[in-house]
């Protein structure tokens, strides 16, 4: 594979800004023609250049679309120079709000390799080998009350499953204190990535002024659940350990210090999955034949009836199928970067200010890798085995995703567990959207019908909407 980084292509102007206008309004659609016309790196600058320096990228500093391996491993590569932006929102000064906005996704040196340390506990393999089994008791016991026969909000469904495995067991167990910090911490990820909530005015009835509110509720709740926690480290909780760890003089972690580390973990923390575990059953809706397959290696390998799902982690087919899903459409369609001082690009000068958007959605489609990269075809993973700079569904660089083991197990078994008893149908005339905020997520209610698995799979539904964009359906 060709791994030499493409000149940038530099567009100016009026072109400038009528491509960020694009951006604005549809990403996934509109990179994807930027790249088409001129080639995986556009740099879009001085859309208004006597506006600088501007914090709105192309008015003053430049916004960079770009795509491929060689450009995440050029800038994940060099995070003190690139550093990444954090998932929650800023807010006036001395509000809460501006105090959760600096957690880990920002920070570097020390201070980064100080956190993610704290984070390896909790996340790591082996702990989540020993899991396994309470993991498949608590994805059995909360899909087995799913009503056959009806139409459930699959996006709510699924998020309910995946917050309950993040609180369980990443949270230091379900109570109603961990449940409402989850909860508000979601609610504010989620309302940052609407272009409304951007708009600075702070009001009750405004989206901005309503994370500033929420975002100051969340901070008492959150100090209260902490401070019990505090004297009981648990290497297992997450929440327990920062509120009982030692900043980097040794002193014990301030409040500061957990307001600007766990709020932005619960949103990481459970997000991705609900992103993965959506799509993978609105794929296999869409592909009888895969699903099909995928249900007799589950019977084979976990057993009919009451199947053992703890073994879900190993089966080569649900692999495939959940490593397919996300790359077809990734939980998290892009990362951002912002260079902290004056630097370049493929050899082109960057600014300090400069923002890069890298796509993950089109990275994984690159052809010499993923041929036919629009069709969800699960078999092509038995003969590859890219790099995380060429699969950045993660990330990549010192900024992995530090969760990735976690939740690749959760997905799994989550998957297993609704396949096993369940069969699914689109209505008829479905149409789905999608947004991204910042996972990739239905715009609207994910109406699903739901059957029982033993009635087997039905033709999949003819759909409309802006997710045939993303991806080849068969019908
Ligand atoms: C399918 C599920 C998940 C996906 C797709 C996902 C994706 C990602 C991606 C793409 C990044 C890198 C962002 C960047 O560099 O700009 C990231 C970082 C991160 N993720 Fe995940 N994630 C998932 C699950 C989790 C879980 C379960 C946790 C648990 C707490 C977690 C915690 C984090 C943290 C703390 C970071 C920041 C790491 C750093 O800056 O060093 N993620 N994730």
């Not at 990735?404 to 008829?428: E, G, H, S």
């Amino acid at each position: 594979m060709d791994r030499a980084l493409v000149k940038p292509a530099r567009l100016t102007g009026f072109a400038a800004l009528r491509w960020a206008w694009r951006f604005a309004l549809d990403p996934l659609s509109s990179t994807r023609r930027a790249f088409e016309a001129f080639g995986p790196c556009v740099v879009l600058a001085e859309g208004l250049p006597f506006v600088r320096p501007s914090r709105v990228a192309t008015l003053g500093v430049p916004l960079v679309l770009t795509a491929g391996a060689p450009f995440y491993s050029e800038l994940m590569s060099r995070p003190d120079t690139w550093r990444g932006v954090n998932v929650l929102p800023g807010g006036p000064r001395r509000s809460a709000a501006r105090r959760m906005s600096s957690g880990l996704m920002r920070l570097t040196g020390e201070q980064h390799a100080h956190y993610r340390k704290l984070l390896a506990s909790p996340l790591r393999r082996t702990r989540v080998e020993a899991l396994v089994k309470d993991m498949a008791r608590l994805a059995q016991t909360q899909t087995t009350s799913w009503p056959i026969g009806q139409t459930i909000d699959l996006w709510e469904h699924i998020r309910r499953l995946m917050q309950g495995f993040a609180v369980e067991f990443l949270f230091g167990g379900s109570s109603e204190q961990s449940r409402t910090v989850t909860e508000l911490g979601c609610w504010i990820m989620e309302r940052k990535w609407d272009w409304r909530a951007m708009v600075p005015i702070n009001l009750p009835i405004t989206p901005y002024g309503q994370i500033v509110r929420t975002a100051a509720l969340l901070e008492r709740h959150l100090l209260a659940w902490t401070a019990a926690k505090r004297g009981h480290p648990d290497e297992g909780d997450i929440a327990a350990t920062i509120a009982n760890s030692r900043d980097g003089a040794g002193n014990p972690v301030d409040d500061a210090g957990i307001v600007a580390q766990l709020p932005s973990l619960f949103g990481l923390s459970s997000e991705g999955g609900q992103s993965v575990v959506t799509w993978t059953l609105f794929l296999l809706m869409q592909h009888p034949a895969v699903a099909e397959r995928l249900r007799d290696e589950l019977r084979d390998k976990l057993g009919r009836g009451a199947p053992s799902l703890d073994r879900a982690g190993e089966l080569p087919y649900l692999d495939a199928v959940v490593k397919e899903a996300m790359r077809v459409l990734p939980p998290v369609p892009f990362q951002f970067r912002v260079a902290q001082q004056d630097t370049t690009i493929a050899g082109e000068n960057a600014p300090k200010g400069t923002r890069v958007v890298l796509n993950t959605f089109l990275t994984n489609r690159m052809p010499d890798l993923y041929p036919e990269g629009d069709v969800f075809r699960p078999e092509r993973w038995f003969t590859i085995a890219p790099t995380a700079f060429e699969f950045p569904v993660f990330g990549a660089g010192p900024h992995i995703c530090p969760g990735y083991w976690f939740d690749l197990t959760a997905v799994k078994i989550a998957v297993a567990a609704i396949m096993t008893r369940y069969t699914m149908n689109l209505p008829p005339s479905t149409r789905i959207d999608h947004s991204i905020q910042p996972t990739l997520r239905p715009r609207a209610r994910l109406g699903v019908m739901l059957r029982r698995a033993d009635e087997g799979m039905t033709p999949a539904t003819p759909i409309t909407g802006s997710i045939r964009d993303l991806v080849k359906l068969p019908q």
